[in-house]
């Protein structure tokens, strides 16, 4: 595998579940980054690991709860969505403090909550 | 605020010229990107520019202004595969990537 890989690509639950959802970077990089993508809005970022710390969380409600293992390994993991929360689930890597930091994407996973 | 401007939608002839610009207004400028989306895809990154003047890349050109906060991607020789959205985002004094809202670019035969 190569890039940044995220499972499940779709999922669909309901408001009572829970799941999780995976990003896996496979670049060596050292930051994470976990984005919410809504139809014709600017991409929201949600969450920030750099060097397994979390160093960001934009005002995001407490339905969503990350996990960054390692440097390699980052999960999102929901509970009691609400319909709203539908939307592309972008994960992102990027080298931290490094010449550019430009941040390479996986594929998303497509939520609908019901 | 923070905010970064760009059309929501545009449409071009296959063979032909795209001039797409992206506006800003960021609290301090740490450089300027652009990405690629197609439907349902991953964003893929094409350019960055942090200082002015025009990055070329094949068929892919981005330019930046500090001065005027503006820059503009332009896409020469178009191919059906160009149709996509292209994503412009500006890295702020905080390092925080502020995101516009993406321009839907059309390519007709």
């Known amino acids: 595998e190569t890039g940044v890989t995220q499972t499940p690509r779709h999922l669909v639950m309901g408001m009572t579940n829970k799941k999780s959802l995976k990003c896996e970077q496979h670049l060596g990089h050292n930051a994470m980054y976990w984005y919410k993508q809504s139809a014709k809005k600017p991409l929201e970022l949600m969450f920030v690991?750099?060097?397994?710390?979390?160093?960001e969380n934009n005002s995001v409600p407490s339905r969503f709860s990350p996990e960054c293992p390692n440097s390699s390994h980052l999960f999102l993991h929901l509970h009691t969505l609400q319909p709203e929360d539908s939307a592309l689930y972008l994960c992102?890597?990027?080298?931290?403090?490094?010449?550019?930091?430009?941040?390479?994407f996986g594929p998303g996973t497509r939520l609908l909550v019901l | 605020g923070q905010n970064i401007d760009q059309p929501t939608e545009m449409t071009a002839t296959e063979g032909a010229i795209v001039q797409i610009n992206c506006t800003y207004q960021t609290s301090g400028f740490n450089g300027l990107f652009w990405y690629q989306q197609h439907a349902g895809e991953a964003p893929t990154f094409l350019s960055y520019n942090v200082l002015d003047g025009l990055e070329e890349k094949g068929r892919f050109s981005s330019f930046l202004s500090r001065s005027k906060g503006y820059s503009y991607l332009l896409l020469k020789e178009l191919q059906m595969k160009d149709s996509a959205s292209y994503l412009c985002a500006v890295r702020d004094s905080n390092y925080q990537l502020i995101w516009g809202a993406g321009t839907k670019l059309i390519i007709k035969p």
């Open positions: 690991y750099s060097l397994e710390e979390r160093v």
């Open positions: 992102a890597s990027s080298q931290a403090r490094g010449d550019q930091e430009t941040q390479y």
